[in-house]
């Protein structure tokens, strides 16, 4: 994995699913990161309210062991980011806001090479990089209306997002399980790896159930 930036909907993922752990357990494989923005939507705000506050605790932790590390994001990549995100798709006349700051500034640190992937699990980056014409569907049933793509900043778009790799907290936990985090469970390794993926998702780790079936076919006993 080398250098991955968490977003916010990762960390709360893994957080709230009490594997948040699988990040200090892969520290010796690989360097975990997150811009500042991303410690104040995952941490600092959270820390506000009563029935998060014990949620973002568990990540504050994370941060002050060093399992991951803070990191300023690049004000010119972050906006060119959002400039192109967020005028993609239109409802009428209206631009869609589709992506927030975080995970703006983590792509950001793709785009400036400072990390070779992002962590997030909420699905609309992850489909606007990979495949916005079914993110245009998606939209289609939220809104109820047509939704446009604006095709000249969509090539903008795909031209600088070209190459960045996206992964979601389920393939970081079986990256985990893979390297021995469930081995604790002894025979319940494999439940337990099958339970905590159903919780990720339960936190929002955005999953299709073809991908759940996918997850749940994995077994690491053996190795």
Same mark, same amino acid.
């Given at each position: 994995?080398?250098t ?14 009490? =594997?948040?752990? @699988? +990040?200090?357990?892969?520290?010796? !494989?690989?360097?975990f =990161? ?9 941490v600092?705000? &959270?820390?506000k ?10 990540? !504050?932790?994370?941060?002050?062991? #060093?399992? =991951?590390r803070? =990191?300023s ?6 906006q060119a980011?959002?400039?192109?995100a967020?005028s993609?798709?239109?409802v ?8 927030h700051?975080?995970e @703006? ?10 990390v070779?992937?992002i ?15 079914k993110l245009?569907?998606? +939209?289609? #049933? ?12 969509l ?8 190459g ?6 389920a ?7 893979? +390297? ?7 025979d319940?390794e494999? &439940?337990?790896f099958?339970? @905590?993926i ?8 955005? +999953? ?13 006993k053996?190795?």
């Open positions: 994995m080398n991955l930036a968490l977003d916010s909907s990762a960390l709360i993922s893994l957080s709230e699913s009490c =594997v948040i752990s @699988a +990040l200090r357990f892969l520290k010796a !494989k690989a360097a =990161v997150a811009p500042d923005s991303v410690y104040l939507e995952s600092e705000n &959270p820390l309210i009563k029935q998060y506050g014990f949620s973002a605790l568990r990540i !504050k932790r994370l941060f002050f062991e #060093g399992a =991951v803070r =990191v994001a690049s004000p010119e990549k972050t980011v959002l400039a192109l967020n993609l798709f239109y009428g006349e209206r631009p869609l806001e589709l992506i700051k975080g @703006a500034d983590c792509l950001g640190l793709a785009l400036a090479g400072v070779g992937g962590a997030v699990d909420e699905k609309t980056l992850k489909l606007l990089i990979e495949n916005p014409n245009r569907d998606l +939209l289609v #049933g939220e809104y109820e209306e047509k939704v446009r793509i604006e095709e000249t900043t090539k903008k778009w795909q031209q600088l997002t070209r960045i790799k996206i992964i979601r907290s393939e970081i936990l079986a990256i985990a399980g893979k +390297l021995g985090y469930f081995r604790f469970f002894q319940d494999m &439940p337990a099958h339970a @905590a159903y919780a990720l998702k339960g936190y929002g780790c955005s +999953l299709t159930k073809d991908e759940l079936k996918e997850f749940e076919q994995i077994n690491f053996g190795r």
